[in-house]
């Protein structure tokens, strides 16, 4: 499974920016794909995720701004980012955990993309 990031930019608080993580390989094996986010000198954190299903999760930070969906047919997730502030400035990474299946075992992959810059100018 390849994740592959696009939509970052530099933005003024208050705009807005739509990220999109394409996801390509074996995607059928693919359920939760969930945007997480790492600003200078801080941990990585959870942003928003997302079912096969569509059903999502948020972030306190970014609830009533962030909005993620997802399009199955087309192996991409988006995340549309409004009323950003300049503590929205990270790089964000698309995730995906796959677990397949096997007789002996199941196999437990964690995918990440490669990150897309969003900064945020006050």
């Known amino acids: 499974v390849q994740l592959v990031e696009s939509g970052g930019d530099l933005v003024q608080a208050g705009g807005s920016l739509r990220l999109a993580c394409v996801a390509s390989?074996?995607?059928?094996?693919?359920?939760?794909i969930s945007w997480h986010r790492q600003a200078p000198g801080k941990q990585r954190e959870l942003v928003a995720s997302?079912?096969?299903?569509?059903?999502?999760t948020y972030a306190d930070s970014v609830k009533g701004r962030f909005t993620i969906s997802r399009n199955n047919a087309e192996n991409t997730v988006y995340l549309q980012m409004n009323g950003l502030k300049p503590e929205d400035t990270a790089v964000y990474y698309c995730h995906a955990p796959v677990e397949v299946p096997t007789i002996e075992r199941v196999w437990k992959y964690d995918y990440w993309g490669q990150g897309t810059q969003v900064t945020v100018s006050s």
């Open positions: 390989g074996r995607v059928s094996n693919i359920d939760i």
């Open positions: 997302i079912t096969r299903g569509h059903f999502t």
